[in-house]
């Protein structure tokens, strides 16, 4: 009798420990049950070939807060670890916002923009992911990133030679900031003109006072 009930305080207390246990492996997931994140497109595909130099607005990424609690949100780049298309510089994109908080339910459009170097750029395909992610401080003051969520990429870059990258970042640069930088050139054109009639005024006005006094002399 006295076995049966020693052997019945150890099965329980086995039971309570393997129940422990779980709760405590189970309990990150009901901790981070609560933050959520989600995209509002699956794939962005650039059709028409990219120019070394340009700068160029990309479709913007919409993210979605799907947990039921507020959290702290960024947007990046990321790769496949073994991908047959290039992969594009993280360098080369920019997210407005950068960083962003979102209570549950709501949305956040992110504008991105990618500026491409004049030079050094391999022309081919490219590939890769444009992931919302939730970021949170951890208690030791460090960040961590749990889910995310991303969108595809593809994109093709032309070649170009050095020149051509200049060019195609002034039309770029030109187009971007219009209509300011139409004012610009308007000023800067203007002022080449003034400067031209001026240098060809005087010239013909040189050449008018010269020819007179020669008249004279004779």
Not at 107 to 135: D, M, R, S, W
Request: proline share 7%.
């Amino acid at each position: 009798m006295g076995f049966v009930a020693k052997l019945s305080g150890q099965t329980i207390m086995k039971k309570t420990i393997i129940l422990i246990l779980s709760f405590t492996l189970l309990l990150p997931v009901f901790v981070s049950a609560g933050i959520g994140v989600g995209v509002g497109t699956g794939k962005i595909q650039v059709d028409e070939p990219i120019k070394p130099g340009v700068i160029k607005l990309l479709p913007p990424l919409t993210v979605i807060n799907t947990g039921d609690e507020p959290s702290e949100y960024g947007v990046s780049i990321e790769y496949l670890f073994s991908q047959p298309e290039l992969k594009p510089q993280r360098e080369w994109f920019s997210f407005e916002p950068s960083g962003f908080n979102l209570e549950p339910g709501k949305v956040q459009v992110v504008q991105i923009k990618l500026t491409l170097p004049i030079k050094g750029v391999k022309p081919g395909n490219y590939f890769a992911y444009l992931e919302a992610h939730p970021v949170k401080k951890a208690v030791s003051g460090q960040t961590s990133i749990g889910a995310a969520a991303a969108a595809k990429l593809y994109f093709t870059i032309a070649p170009a030679n050095f020149l051509q990258g200049i060019y195609y970042r002034l039309m770029a640069s030109i187009a971007l900031f219009a209509p300011q930088s139409y004012v610009v050139l308007a000023v800067i054109a203007a002022a080449c003109l003034v400067v031209l009639f001026r240098r060809y005024f005087s010239f013909n006005i040189g050449i008018n006072l010269k020819k007179k006094q020669s008249e004279k002399k004779l």
